[in-house]
C-alpha cells in the first residue's frame, strides 16, 4: 500500500473508530460491535462501505482502547487543564481517545506527530468547532508525559 493510500485507510479508520466509540457510549453496546454498525450506517449515508483495511485499523483501534481505557483516559484528565471526561462534547472525547490510544500505543508506523496531525484531522470532520484546538493542546501534553512511548520508541 502506498503512503497516501495508506495514510487515507487509517483516517477512515480513525473517523469509523471513533464513530463506533461515540455509539458504545450513547448505546451501551460492545464497542467492537459499533464498529460493524458504525460501518454499516457510513455505508448507507455515504453509499460506500469503508475498506476491509480502514474497518480492520477501526477495530485495532477499538480493541487498543478497551485494553488501555483506564490509563488513556486518566492521560485526558490530567492533560486538559480543568476538564473532566463528562463535561468534554462526547464526540470529541472519542477523538481524544483514539488519539491518546495511538500515542500509548507507542507504534513506530504511527509517531506522535503523525497520531496528532491525524486526530486534528478527525476532530475537523467529526468535532465540534473548537475540537481540533482543544485536541491539539491535550494530545501534544499527552505526547510531552508518555515521551519515547508516543514517540514510536517502545510499543508495538
Known sequence: MTAPIEQQVRRQGRILAAQALYQAEITGEDADAAVAVAS?????EEGQSPSEPAEAWARWLVEEFTGRRLQVDH???ETSANWRLDRMARMDLQILRI???ELAAGRADVPAPVAID???EVARVLGSEQAPAFI???LDAVSRRLG???AGGTGE
Open 40 to 44: 454499516r450506517i457510513g455505508a448507507e
Open 75 to 77: 492521560l485526558i484528565e
Open 99 to 101: 488519539g491518546v490510544t
Open 118 to 120: 491525524e486526530a486534528i
Open 136 to 138: 491539539n493542546g491535550v
Open 148 to 150: 519515547p512511548v508516543a
